[in-house]
């Protein structure tokens, strides 16, 4: 069955950088168009990133844009969130998701990752 | 941006029975509307998309209606199993992608 497991989170200084990871195993992953999404702790979810099949096309949500760089490799399976420039607000659980085609419908999701921006 | 709004926050229904939850739009998303069930610690499943279609695998109990800006969500002989945080999410005009801010499902 689908699995996206992702990695990379950690803790970190703002105005530092992290790389998320999220291996996807279980299907044949370049049909697929990927999306980040996120939650921060007590709240609601949050889509972050889409990237196409092909990683033709991006986007973003506003508060991330020109920080974060979502990309993907589909000779090794993987989704990746590059991500700068942190902010405390950016502290979120991040979920790797596969979408239903490239339809906004978010079919599978990862366990998500923790990400903490603090000095 | 598509604002989506559910009610109430939270509702406390007992085993057995059925809960109705709401979501709204700020604007039309047609039928492309999808619910999701989040447990802590545990990743969202999709259980509705377009409004109205079970998502593989999900049990007849859940069940969605509208389009247009209202929508609803109704889980009928509410199980144990069920007790969560509900997410509706508008797909029709996007980017950005949203979600309402979510219902909690409590046991009362």
């Known amino acids: 069955q689908v699995q996206l497991v992702e990695s990379g989170g950690g803790v970190v200084q703002p105005g530092g950088s992290l790389r998320l990871s999220c291996a996807a195993s279980?299907?044949?992953?370049?049909?697929?168009?990927m999306h980040w999404t996120r939650q921060v702790p007590g709240k609601g979810l949050q889509w972050v990133a889409f990237?196409?099949?092909?990683?033709?096309?991006?986007y973003y949500v506003e508060s991330v844009k020109g920080r974060f760089t979502i990309s993907r490799d589909n000779s090794k399976n993987m989704l990746y969130l590059q991500m700068n420039s942190l902010r405390g607000e950016d502290t979120a659980v991040y979920y790797c998701?596969?979408?239903?085609?490239?339809?906004?419908?978010?079919?599978?999701w990862g366990q998500g990752t923790l990400v903490t921006v603090s000095s | 941006e598509i604002v989506m709004t559910q009610s109430p926050a939270t509702l406390s229904v007992s085993p057995g029975e059925t809960a109705t939850l709401s979501c709204r739009a700020s604007?039309?998303?047609?039928?492309?509307l999808a619910w999701y069930q989040h447990k802590p610690g545990q990743a969202p499943r999709v259980l509705i998309h377009?409004?109205?279609t079970r998502a593989t695998g999900i049990p007849a109990r859940f069940s969605g209606t509208g389009s247009g800006t209202e929508f609803t969500l109704t889980i009928s002989s509410l199980q144990s199993e069920d007790f969560a945080v509900y997410y509706c999410?508008?797909?029709?005009?996007?980017?950005?992608?949203?979600f309402g801010q979510g219902t909690r499902l409590d046991i009362k």
């Open positions: 998701v596969k979408d239903h085609g490239s339809s906004g419908i978010f079919d599978s």
């Open positions: 279980g299907f044949t992953f370049s049909p697929y168009a």
């Open positions: 990237i196409s099949k092909d990683g033709s096309n991006k």
């Open positions: 604007e039309s998303v047609s039928g492309n």
């Open positions: 377009g409004a109205s």
């Open positions: 999410q508008q797909y029709n005009n996007w980017p950005p992608i949203t």
